[in-house]
């Protein structure tokens, strides 16, 4: 750059001056050092004192035979900090990056001198040495405001063979910079952001971006963060067996980041067969049959990885084993058919057409409370953080305040609907309860009082679920309604059940229902919020295999759980039970990690936690 800019000099005169922010003192010395140079000095010493003259505020009579130059005042010059370092040193560090690359602190104003005058480069005349050597010796600043006054007196094509010259220099390896520093926890912070296929290609840049990864176990980190935030990562952990060499205090000396690394694709593969099962309907069925003595039908259930619990229409509460399929414990007391009922890892709520609500400890299957306050059936009951709510056939909600298992107190009761309340939801913002009067109502949890009414069911509505800002609702005129609770509007109409909509349940991906036509149905939750879907595309696919009405479903990223009036609970498994292959840790034999194990040692997840809701609405048969 500085030979471009001196020979250009000396092809065109200087343009005239203008004002900048540059020191007007000369920064070569005073001008008594220079007054003998002033007329008849070498030509470098001419182009320094024209270019001070040009630049500090004096002015120069030429003809600039060049092209005009774009604006470009000192006031661009960038800021920089107190420390003054000759610029060559600035551009050879950015460029130098590695171990071998010379210190900062490296006498580089020596070396150009040497090249320019004994170096033997014809490029510049040997008086040009000095400019140089003068250059290295002035401010960052001063730096700045002499190149630009060089940088105005080139035309276009010599700013493009500038910028190539600058853009290298300005390129940091920031990476390995801070790797070679010792700071690779910095580094290691960085590269945790990107995401697997970033992380691949990452480590393929060069030996030090490839140790941060490995010394880091990058790929660890990303599978441990995905398990914490996705239950479908977690399941498949624990199924597998490899979710026990995570979340480790101390790793196991035998794993290293290349066990990771090629385990990341296995767990790919492993979601790509799930998430594909569930829409073409390939699945593996296990039955439960409840062989109800008198009455048969199952009205609710809930389960989680170790057990089903699930109320029957001839008063029994039974407990299934997850393992065997087979009834651990039965529970007596209510003496109508038990309609709804959801537990925790203490206690079972349930509620009967007794007109009840019974509180069960759930180890010992004591019945610790009942509670005596509807007159007729009821038909839900949802209870989470110190907090109860229940509907029943005589029109009412409860809401009960719930300090512990016997001490339960009726806080409000909430009146509005004109027919039997069949279900509510609720979280800390809001109550939301549906009805056979056509109606779905909302309330402010925290002072029970009514907020809106959303309208659209042209029959009763038998099933309810709320989260977040969406409703989803099913009715008796067999349409699935999805309703955003803050402004109360329909977003979507879902048709395809050809009777009433007994069940429903989503999350993020898809909406599952079941119907008195016995049939349940998969429909993808996001085509169905977005208004330009085709309705034809939205139910992904219907499962026939219950004989009767379906009364009661949950469903979770493997598995749907369902219970019908034919006196079954179907196990719709999704999740791809082929074998895998995963990859051995260093002295580690195949029979140490079997494919099915599921225990997690050293972990810091929590346990399997029941499912949501295990509630059913009771529309009497």
Same mark, same amino acid.
């Given at each position: 750059?500085?030979?471009?800019?001196?020979?250009?000099?000396?092809?065109?005169?200087?343009?005239?001056?203008?004002?900048?922010?540059?020191?007007?003192?000369?920064?070569?010395?005073?001008?008594?050092?220079?007054?003998?140079?002033?007329?008849?000095?070498?030509?470098?010493?001419?182009?320094?004192?024209?270019?001070?003259?040009?630049?500090?505020?004096?002015?120069?009579?030429?003809?600039?035979?060049?092209?005009?130059?774009?604006?470009?005042?000192?006031?661009?010059?960038?800021?920089?900090?107190?420390?003054?370092?000759?610029?060559?040193?600035?551009?050879?560090?950015?460029?130098?990056?590695?171990?071998?690359?010379?210190?900062?602190?490296?006498?580089?104003?020596?070396?150009?001198?040497?090249?320019?005058?004994?170096?033997?480069?014809?490029?510049?005349?040997?008086?040009?040495?000095?400019?140089?050597?003068?250059?290295?010796?002035?401010?960052?600043?001063?730096?700045?405001?002499?190149?630009?006054?060089?940088?105005?007196?080139?035309?276009?094509?010599?700013?493009?063979?500038?910028?190539?010259?600058?853009?290298?220099?300005?390129?940091?390896?920031?990476?390995?910079?801070?790797?070679?520093?010792?700071?690779?926890?910095?580094?290691?912070?960085?590269?945790?952001?990107?995401?697997?296929?970033?992380?691949?290609?990452?480590?393929?840049?060069?030996?030090?971006?490839?140790?941060?990864?490995?010394?880091?176990?990058?790929?660890?980190?990303?599978?441990?963060?995905?398990?914490?935030?996705?239950?479908?990562?977690?399941?498949?952990?624990?199924?597998?067996?490899?979710?026990?060499?995570?979340?480790?205090?101390?790793?196991?000396?035998?794993?290293?980041?290349?066990?990771?690394?090629?385990?990341?694709?296995?767990?790919?593969?492993?979601?790509?067969?799930?998430?594909?099962?569930?829409?073409?309907?390939?699945?593996?069925?296990?039955?439960?049959?409840?062989?109800?003595?008198?009455?048969?039908?199952?009205?609710?259930?809930?389960?989680?990885?170790?057990?089903?619990?699930?109320?029957?229409?001839?008063?029994?509460?039974?407990?299934?084993?997850?393992?065997?399929?087979?009834?651990?414990?039965?529970?007596?007391?209510?003496?109508?058919?038990?309609? =709804?009922? @959801?537990?925790?890892?203490?206690? %079972?709520?349930? +509620? &009967? #057409? $007794?007109? !009840?609500?019974?509180? *069960?400890? /759930?180890?010992?299957?004591?019945?610790?409370?009942?509670?005596?306050?509807?007159?007729?059936?009821?038909?839900?009951?949802?209870?989470?953080?110190?907090?109860?709510?229940?509907?029943?056939?005589?029109?009412?909600?409860?809401?009960?305040?719930?300090?512990?298992?016997?001490?339960?107190?009726?806080?409000?009761?909430?009146?509005?609907?004109?027919?039997?309340?069949?279900?509510?939801?609720?979280?800390?913002?809001?109550?939301?309860?549906?009805?056979?009067?056509?109606?779905?109502?909302?309330?402010?949890?925290?002072?029970?009082?009514?907020?809106?009414?959303?309208?659209?069911?042209?029959?009763?509505?038998? =099933?309810? @679920?709320?989260?977040?800002?969406? %409703?989803?609702? +099913? &009715? #008796? $005129?067999? !349409?699935?309604?999805? *309703?955003? /609770?803050?402004?109360?509007?329909?977003?979507?109409?879902?048709?395809?059940?050809?009777?009433?909509?007994?069940?429903?349940?989503?999350?993020?991906?898809?909406?599952?229902?079941?119907?008195?036509?016995?049939?349940?149905?998969?429909?993808?939750?996001?085509?169905?919020?977005?208004?330009?879907?085709?309705?034809?595309?939205?139910?992904?696919?219907?499962?026939?295999?219950?004989?009767?009405?379906?009364?009661?479903?949950?469903?979770?990223?493997?598995?749907?759980?369902?219970?019908?009036?034919?006196?079954?609970?179907?196990?719709?498994?999704?999740?791809?039970?082929?074998?895998?292959?995963?990859?051995?840790?260093?002295? @580690?034999?195949?029979?140490?990690?079997?494919?099915?194990? &599921? #225990?997690?040692?050293?972990?810091?997840?929590?346990?399997?936690?029941?499912?949501?809701?295990?509630?059913?609405?009771?529309?009497?048969?």
């Amino acid at each position: 750059m500085y030979w471009l800019c001196a020979f250009h000099f000396q092809l065109f005169a200087p343009r005239p001056s203008k004002e900048d922010n540059c020191d007007t003192t000369s920064p070569f010395g005073s001008s008594d050092d220079n007054s003998n140079n002033s007329t008849d000095g070498t030509p470098a010493d001419q182009l320094v004192k024209m270019m001070l003259m040009n630049g500090g505020g004096g002015s120069v009579e030429v003809m600039d035979t060049s092209e005009e130059p774009a604006s470009y005042g000192s006031g661009a010059a960038s800021a920089v900090g107190n420390k003054e370092l000759p610029s060559t040193e600035r551009m050879v560090a950015m460029m130098h990056l590695s171990e071998s690359a010379p210190t900062l602190s490296t006498d580089l104003s020596g070396l150009h001198s040497t090249r320019l005058a004994g170096g033997g480069d014809s490029r510049f005349p040997e008086d040009f040495a000095d400019v140089f050597a003068r250059f290295d010796h002035l401010g960052e600043e001063n730096q700045i405001c002499f190149i630009q006054e060089f940088l105005l007196r080139m035309n276009q094509y010599q700013h493009g063979e500038v910028n190539s010259y600058l853009k290298p220099l300005l390129k940091r390896d920031f990476v390995s910079l801070l790797s070679n520093l010792g700071l690779h926890v910095i580094a290691e912070k960085i590269l945790f952001k990107l995401d697997a296929q970033s992380l691949r290609s990452a480590e393929q840049v060069c030996h030090d971006w490839g140790r941060v990864v490995a010394e880091g176990q990058l790929w660890r980190k990303l599978i441990e963060n995905n398990v914490r935030t996705d239950a479908l990562w977690r399941g498949i952990g624990t199924r597998r067996g490899w979710i026990k060499n995570l979340f480790r205090k101390y790793p196991l000396p035998q794993i290293g980041d290349t066990y990771y690394r090629q385990l990341f694709p296995v767990i790919m593969r492993d979601i790509e067969a799930t998430e594909r099962n569930w829409k073409i309907g390939n699945h593996t069925l296990h039955k439960i049959n409840c062989r109800s003595e008198n009455s048969k039908g199952v009205y609710c259930l809930q389960y989680d990885d170790e057990k089903i619990i699930s109320g029957l229409r001839d008063n029994t509460i039974k407990v299934w084993d997850r393992s065997n399929l087979q009834c651990s414990q039965i529970l007596t007391g209510h003496t109508g058919s038990v309609l =709804c009922l @959801q537990y925790d890892e203490r206690i %079972i709520v349930s +509620g &009967s #057409s $007794d007109s !009840t609500v019974r509180v *069960w400890d /759930i180890a010992r299957g004591e019945m610790l409370n009942t509670l005596v306050h509807h007159c007729e059936a009821v038909l839900h009951v949802r209870f989470q953080n110190g907090m109860m709510v229940t509907c029943s056939k005589d029109r009412s909600i409860a809401v009960w305040d719930m300090l512990s298992a016997k001490d339960i107190a009726l806080r409000r009761v909430l009146v509005g609907h004109r027919a039997a309340v069949n279900v509510v939801d609720f979280d800390e913002k809001y109550i939301v309860s549906a009805s056979g009067d056509r109606t779905i109502k909302v309330w402010s949890t925290a002072t029970c009082e009514f907020v809106r009414t959303l309208q659209g069911h042209k029959r009763g509505i038998a =099933c309810l @679920q709320y989260k977040d800002r969406l %409703i989803a609702s +099913g &009715s #008796s $005129d067999n !349409t699935i309604r999805l *309703w955003d /609770i803050e402004c109360g509007a329909c977003l979507r109409v879902l048709e395809g059940h050809e009777e009433l909509v007994r069940c429903i349940r989503f999350d993020n991906k898809r909406i599952v229902s079941g119907a008195y036509d016995g049939k349940i149905k998969i429909w993808d939750l996001q085509a169905a919020l977005d208004p330009r879907t085709l309705a034809s595309s939205l139910c992904v696919k219907t499962l026939v295999e219950h004989s009767g009405r379906v009364f009661r479903l949950q469903f979770d990223e493997f598995q749907i759980v369902s219970s019908s009036h034919d006196d079954t609970i179907l196990i719709w498994d999704f999740f791809n039970n082929t074998t895998v292959s995963l990859p051995q840790p260093r002295n @580690q034999s195949r029979s140490d990690n079997p494919a099915g194990n &599921s #225990s997690a040692s050293g972990g810091a997840l929590p346990s399997s936690t029941a499912k949501p809701g295990g509630v059913a609405v009771a529309f009497e048969p």
